[in-house]
């Protein structure tokens, strides 16, 4: 059975974030700005439906959806797209296809004690990121 992502999440790490913002065109001035920020996380689990929050100072992200339906996901706050997209489950990882102009594009969401791990994929870059469970 999936476990339950509710819950607040502060940052704690990344790793290759440059290179994930890189795959998606983002312009090298957006990106200096985007590599200062540590983002929060908030997450509403409530069977299959979830609500992400990605909270920074710079701009917020909120990704509403269910679980195994696919829909249009509007990108365009982050680079200027649009994709089709689905969230599923594998096991205990909760993984996002999202099926456009940019190859392999996608995350997956896993919970190992109370660290919430990400993993972002663009083209052929991987960028982790940690954060730790506050509420």
């Not at 439906?49 to 509007?74: A, C, P, Q, W």
């Amino acid at each position: 059975m999936p476990p339950n992502l509710t819950g607040y999440y502060r940052f704690v790490s990344q790793k290759n974030l440059e290179d994930y913002l890189q795959a998606l065109d983002i312009n090298v001035a957006l990106r200096k700005i985007v590599l200062l920020l540590k983002p929060d996380k908030e997450i509403d689990h409530q069977g299959d439906r979830i609500i992400v929050k990605t909270l920074s100072t710079f701009r917020n992200y909120v990704m509403e959806f269910e679980v195994g339906v696919e829909f249009e996901e509007d990108l365009r706050m982050v680079d200027g797209r649009k994709c089709q997209t689905i969230v599923t489950w594998e096991e205990e990882q909760l993984v996002c296809v999202q099926k456009g102009e940019v190859p392999n594009r996608g995350w997956r969401h896993w919970l190992e004690g109370e660290k919430l791990h990400l993993e972002l994929t663009a083209r052929d870059a991987v960028c982790k990121q940690v954060f730790r469970k506050v509420r």
